[in-house]
């Protein structure tokens, strides 16, 4: 079946520093891939998505390439922020319009 | 609304009592999507409405769990006889389409079973 895999937190970086938070997908055909963000106190927000292989989601200084070849959509970003401190969920879309989710990683930003 | 509200935002009950947990979707929105999401996890489908229907109930873990959308906006989440392993985070989700790319998600129920 389908499931995703993506890098055990917490991660904790320094203010400026470079963020790769890693997620695998095992999925029959082409599923959609989302990264999610859930920031302290608040509800889950689509940070980025790809519908198709080769494609790169991009929001708020994050990326993430789609790549059939590798099964991933790694979530980059080059200079991260204390305010970027959250926990990040990567999600590929099933059947029936439903989500399945990665476990989530705890990124912790140091000023 | 402006968002997807969810109430209670944290409910405690004794095991083997019934709750009902309340979402109010983004007016207008035709799909809304119920998760769970157990500590140190992501998020867990139960179903999934389309209007008044129930499009896919095939996460729901057993017939303790039962949700109803009687006239195609406000949802409730029912657990009879809830048990300590029910105690989770309940999240709801709306979107326009059903698309999984437009859904908006509440900030969630924090249910405690003790």
């Known amino acids: 079946g389908n499931s995703v895999t993506q890098m055990e937190g917490p991660v904790t970086l320094s203010e400026e520093a470079f963020l790769t938070i890693n997620c695998t997908y095992t999925?029959?055909?082409?599923?959609?891939l989302f990264w999610y963000v859930q920031y302290p106190g608040e509800g889950l927000q689509l940070l980025l998505k790809?519908?198709?292989a080769d494609d790169k989601g991009s929001n708020k200084g994050f990326e993430a390439t789609y790549r059939k070849e590798t099964t991933s959509f790694h979530l980059e970003k080059g200079s991260v922020q204390v305010s970027d401190s959250a926990v990040y969920f990567c999600?590929?879309?099933?059947?029936?319009?439903?989500?399945?989710w990665g476990a989530g990683t705890k990124l912790i930003i140091k000023p | 609304g402006a968002g997807v509200s969810q109430t209670p935002s944290n409910k405690v009950t004794e095991k083997g009592k019934y709750v009902e947990l309340r979402c109010d979707p983004i007016?207008?929105?035709?799909?809304l999507y119920w998760y769970r999401q157990s500590l140190g996890q992501g998020p867990e489908f139960l179903i999934y409405?389309?209007?008044?229907?129930?499009?896919?109930d095939s996460g729901l873990p057993n017939d303790r769990f039962f949700a109803v959308r009687p006239e195609g906006s406000v949802s409730t989440l029912k657990i009879q006889r809830t048990e300590r392993g029910d105690s989770a985070v309940y999240l709801c989700?709306?979107?326009?389409?059903?698309?999984?790319?437009?859904?908006?998600f509440g900030q969630g129920t924090r249910l405690t079973v003790v």
């Open positions: 999600a590929l879309g099933g059947s029936n319009y439903q989500l399945i």
């Open positions: 409405f389309q209007g008044t229907g129930a499009a896919d």
């Open positions: 989700a709306s979107s326009s389409s059903g698309s999984h790319t437009e859904a908006f």
């Open positions: 790809a519908t198709k």
């Open positions: 999925a029959t055909g082409y599923p959609s």
């Open positions: 007016s207008g929105h035709t799909a």
